[in-house]
């Protein structure tokens, strides 16, 4: 079975506008997705934030125990640094997810080495603040289609959203992002340490560093989840 996991409610039926509205972080339901025999998937609100998503997610995994899920799919709106290159209402997937918030912080910066622990292990070594995700590989594992033409794009998982523009340009320039979200290193660290397949795709609703209405269309960007659901599940897998 897979797990769908969104951040909120609203982004779970705006993918699938026959799931059941008004869930809670941390509630599950049985779903359809487009093509596919039901149920095929559960989905999981996780709620905003990297703490809530580890541990919905964490749960849930532990909750179904091993063997019972093939993978999970992070879909969800993020911001993007560069809307020239990534445009409001685009559809691109986290080909690396880092969480900059970890390490040290002075006044240059935020040192993860120099903290001296890892986030976390897996059977391959130390885990630490940022994971290279393997997007197409695992959408083949799970039977999904994943379109050539969404840009992979180097994410950034963050507690506190980036409001000012010398925080979004400092972010960028020390991590090459192109993507701000807020869950999805939470739930690809969850994933490393279970050994599942991890895909994690994003429509873009924001410009990363302002809070302009002219600079946000967070329905845009909900319109576009239920096509890239839909564009997903055009591979041949049977995920139930």
Known sequence: MLVLALATAKELCAALPGAPSGLEPGATAPVALPGRRAPAAVALVTGVGPVGAALRLGRLLGALGPGAVAGVVNLGVAGSFDTAALPLGAVAVAARETWPEYGLRTRAGVDAAALGFPVGRAPEGPIGPSLDLAPDAAASALGLALPAAWPRAAALTVAAASADAATADA???????????????????????????????????????????????????????????????AGPGDLS
């Open 171 to 233: 972010l960028r320039a020390a991590h090459g992002a192109l993507l701000e979200n807020m869950e999805g290193y939470a739930l690809a660290l969850a994933c490393r340490e279970a050994g599942l397949p991890f895909l994690e795709v994003r429509s873009v609703s924001n410009a990363v560093g302002t809070r302009r209405a002219d600079a946000w269309n967070l329905p845009g960007a909900l319109a576009a989840l239920g096509p890239a659901l839909a564009a997903l599940c």
